[in-house]
């Protein structure tokens, strides 16, 4: 039987072996959250404070955290706690007055672009910002169609839920909208750049069948919840032609793999030789505290500026920019983009010998600390494997291992550990998965 | 002439006037914000840092916040700033965990409401909030019409600015928005309540002509970018059983008038005797942290839940909650909503009496900390002046007093300081007024 990779706590059935504390939460939950709320694991994780790679509970268990990337740089990391600490209580407004920090933030990230970048319009949630970035290409091509790849995810407000097909069959794709598979190297072979690319020009002329022009291609980098492509780097080149040579613009989704997660470059895209049209920014921005944003060439939102009045009361705020500031700092004082590149390919290396005993352990493949492991029920059909992951899952849970899977089925593991991942770290990991994997058989 | 409410940086000829500090400020704006961003009056106002209900800028200067209601309990108020600090070094992660704070935080918010509005969902902003509130209402009604008044802002989302008409003719109204006027006490009479219903009941049938069945009003309580519209309190009452005869739920967007603001009750709804099915909240909610939320019955989120797979990575963060639950705290210790009724009542009274001496002032209208000021051109004719509105925002921002306007034609000052604003500061700002405008004559 496959286990539940995540629990409701509305299903009694679920939540009748739980421990009395966390049966307390759960109840809770119940009365006070809409039943949207709910938890990973089949025993969920009580946390009470985190400090770097680690989430503590209350009875002071420990949990390593090998799959949040929203604290980057480390949960409750310092540097980032003075800086929110010091402008929460100095100043927190909106952007219709001056104020220096806005500026100074903006200034510092869009240094870490290509110059052609030279816009950033600020959001609170990756939600936001993937709505806004399809706003404006909209806008600016005159073209409704936007091409997705098929379990791409990348957000939750109406707009943005309708071209994100992993929220599943209950939310409709809206009919402007054209899903294409994930470039899946694994699978496809190293062509899957012409692949891809192939796949979105079909995507592009069913749209004009239907009477609609592409606005844009939404792609992540790395193609996080499509189960981690990282490569061949350079593959999506092709695919950024054709959407350009359309008349579409390309949006690059760097809520996951942005922010030196991925080793060789600050940014995903950057790995593929390409540079966007707009980028949309998201979880790891503020290490936990809401900031988001829309990174864009200036030719696509100055006739948008002119229509749209966009005005976020929050986006770009004093406390959020601190905390966006200090983030951008650790990175750069703490070399994080070299540490992930390090460890990236050292966790790599040791999932590779772990799956040398474990052939149901396909595919072993990331760039940096975005690393996904891909399980089959053959490697030699490569059929996906989701039972396995998500027992694995549990039973990493069990050993405080914290980590979830990814992929149209949902056999990916997902490994996304905050960025001052060790060494020492990976091996806590590396130990925990080959006594779960040993445990299964 | 009229003068801009608002300056746009982009437009030399407006910034070659100002201060060589404020210059700089804008040019750096120009360079890496979007040209989206605006900023009030036709002097900017460049801050460094808040406190209760001034705002200072580098040189010393304070203004008097007499429109923020974001920092709800006051700028930088010391418990939130010490709820934040304390929260943001201990732990901030998602909902997906189990955590205690998240849960404090909703159960004594769903305290403030009517007992049959059991459930809240927490997003980051109130245009997030807006548009969960209407994927909410047209999953569980079936139907796809929203109506909203004339000049309503809910917010900046793809499908939210649609039914955002304040926007403006840039932004398209969705082929399933209709809008009605809004119920405006003084210029329609104190039968507002039948007539605004009736507008409802007039909407509802002109969508049933395009084949669309109604999902939801959507509506302020106190009707905020329409012109600050509070009362015959009740009057939303006919509109509300309309909307719902029709098979429509009633969605109240508290995000202005919510957290004790209107001084008789810590939510608007409440004014009117009528309990909402979905509430949208925002601004206020975290003092300037970003959080946002829907109150809920339960039964609009049943089914929703089970389609919709909402999760949202920030929402319901333990620094958002902890910053919630210091406002709803400061609200109580600090008695904020009889403040506000007081202070709001000492306020209509001394715009009524100037008003006396000036005719042009037509209407003096609000409930508790929020205040419209209604500029004619001519009192029995009630045409609205928005010249002399933008004249006195800016001349009262030359008295280093900061303030907006509001309404379809822009001609009503919106009266809307932090909550913790005292007679004193309303001394300050009445006297402002009656040297403004003895100035324009």
Redesign the interface.
């Known amino acids: 039987m496959s286990r539940p990779l995540?629990v409701n706590a509305?299903d009694p059935a679920q939540a009748a072996e739980l421990p009395d504390a966390?049966a307390l939460?759960?109840e809770?939950?119940r009365?006070?959250?809409?039943?949207?709320?709910?938890?990973?694991y089949e025993e969920?994780?009580?946390?009470?404070?985190?400090e770097g790679v680690w989430?503590y509970g209350p009875d002071g268990t420990r949990y390593l955290d090998v799959y949040?990337n929203?604290?980057a740089v480390g949960?409750?990391h310092?540097h980032?706690?003075e800086a929110?600490?010091r402008q929460?209580?100095?100043?927190?407004?909106?952007?219709?007055?001056?104020?220096?920090i806005?500026?100074t933030y903006?200034?510092k990230l869009?240094t870490t672009f290509p110059a052609e970048l030279?816009?950033?319009?600020f959001?609170?949630?990756?939600?936001?910002s993937s709505?806004?970035a399809?706003?404006v290409a909209r806008n600016v091509t005159g073209g409704t169609g936007v091409i997705v790849t098929e379990n791409a995810y990348h957000g939750?407000?109406?707009?943005?839920?309708e071209f994100s097909p992993s929220?599943?069959p209950?939310?409709p794709l809206g009919p402007h909208v054209r899903v294409v598979p994930a470039p899946d190297a694994y699978r496809l072979g190293p062509d899957v750049g012409a692949i891809f690319a192939g796949h979105v020009e079909r995507a592009i002329a069913d749209l004009r069948r239907y009477g609609m022009r592409p606005a844009a291609l939404v792609t992540d980098t790395i193609f996080s919840s499509d189960g981690i492509l990282p490569g061949p780097a350079g593959f999506l080149a092709p695919a950024a032609a054709a959407i350009r040579a359309a008349g579409g613009v390309l949006v690059a989704d760097e809520v996951q793999p942005g922010f030196a997660r991925l080793g060789e470059a600050m940014w995903g895209f950057a790995r593929h030789g390409i540079t966007p049209d707009l980028v949309v920014l998201?979880?790891p921005m503020g290490?936990?505290?809401?900031l988001a944003g829309?990174v864009?060439r200036?030719e696509m939102?100055?006739d948008?500026?002119?229509?749209?009045?966009?005005?976020?009361?929050?986006g770009?705020?004093p406390?959020?920019c601190a905390a966006g500031l200090a983030v951008l700092e650790v990175i750069e004082a703490e070399d994080l983009q070299r540490n992930a590149l390090e460890v990236g390919r050292y966790l790599l290396d040791g999932l590779r010998n772990i799956a040398r005993n474990f052939p149901s352990l396909g595919d072993v493949r990331g760039a940096g600390l975005f690393i996904g492991a891909d399980f089959v029920r053959d490697p030699v059909t490569k059929e996906p494997a989701p039972e396995i992951a998500a027992r694995l899952v549990n039973a990493l849970r069990r050993r405080n291992v914290l980590i979830s899977a990814s992929g149209l089925e949902g056999n990916v593991l997902k490994i996304r550990p905050p960025l001052p991942f060790s060494r020492g770290d990976a091996d806590i990991f590396l130990e925990a998965m080959q006594s779960a994997l040993a445990e299964q058989g």
Do not use: Q, W
């Open positions: 995540m509305f966390v939460l759960l809770r939950r009365r006070v959250l809409g039943p949207s709320y709910k938890l990973f969920p994780v009580h946390v009470v404070r985190a989430l949040n929203v604290p949960h409750c310092p980032v706690v929110v600490t929460v209580a100095r100043l927190n407004t909106h952007t219709r007055y001056l104020y220096d806005v500026l903006a200034e869009l030279a816009n950033v319009m959001t609170c949630t990756g939600s936001e709505d806004l399809v706003r939750v407000t109406a707009a943005v839920s929220l599943g209950g939310v998201g979880k290490n936990g505290i809401p829309v864009a200036p939102l100055a948008f500026a002119l229509k749209a009045r966009y005005f976020n009361t929050f770009g705020n406390v959020s």
